[in-house]
């Protein structure tokens, strides 16, 4: 299944994060401690690839805010433990490109949610998305969650745009919410 040679397998109970030459996979239950792995194997990645400093900010900071999204928006799975199951891949496709891919189950209240923050930045540019961040940053306020519903403005902010999403109704409170960024200006070192 995957083309690269293996490095590591790190096992948390039964959450297993795969750690490969060029990529990092997680698919199952999430929790903290997968996230945790998950990221210190990120960055292990981006360190290895001599990634430089300014695309190796926007790239972690984009990595931490789509994979903190599936525990803090997953929907939760009967009978699991954390109870959110998330799919999660982190490439380094070629030189000077990398890609991040999430896939999880979120509720009809968040799909109605963050189909609207797409369309609304939709044919914005990315400084008219920097203003409307600023705008909500200062004037937004704290969901019951925790959040401020800035997340979707800082990915496209610092990935210029270069995703992709999808959403995909499975029964009447539930859709398969998937999104992929895909970094391929990265500097040379």
Request: hydrophobic share 35%; net charge positive.
């Amino acid at each position: 299944m995957f083309k690269n040679k293996k490095i590591a397998s790190k096992t948390m109970s039964a959450e297993v994060v795969e750690y490969f030459s060029d990529s990092v996979r997680f698919k199952g239950p999430v929790g903290d401690q997968v996230i945790s792995t998950f990221l210190k194997n990120v960055k292990d990645l981006l360190q290895q690839k001599n990634i430089q400093k300014r695309d190796y900010k926007s790239i972690y900071s984009v990595t931490v805010e789509l994979v903190e999204n599936v525990l803090r928006h997953g929907k939760k799975i009967n009978g699991s433990s954390p109870n959110v199951y998330g799919e999660i891949a982190f490439e380094y496709l070629k030189e000077h490109q990398i890609s991040l891919s999430v896939l999880n189950a979120i509720s009809d209240l968040d799909y109605k949610a963050l189909s609207e923050k797409f369309t609304f930045i939709e044919d914005k540019t990315v400084s008219q998305i920097k203003d409307v961040y600023r705008h909500e940053l200062i004037h937004g306020s704290i969901s019951e969650r925790g959040g401020a519903g800035l997340g979707i403005y800082v990915m496209a902010i610092k990935a210029k745009k270069a995703y992709t999403f999808q959403f995909e109704k499975v029964d009447p409170t539930t859709y398969n919410y998937f999104i992929k960024v895909v970094f391929d200006e990265l500097e040379k070192p």
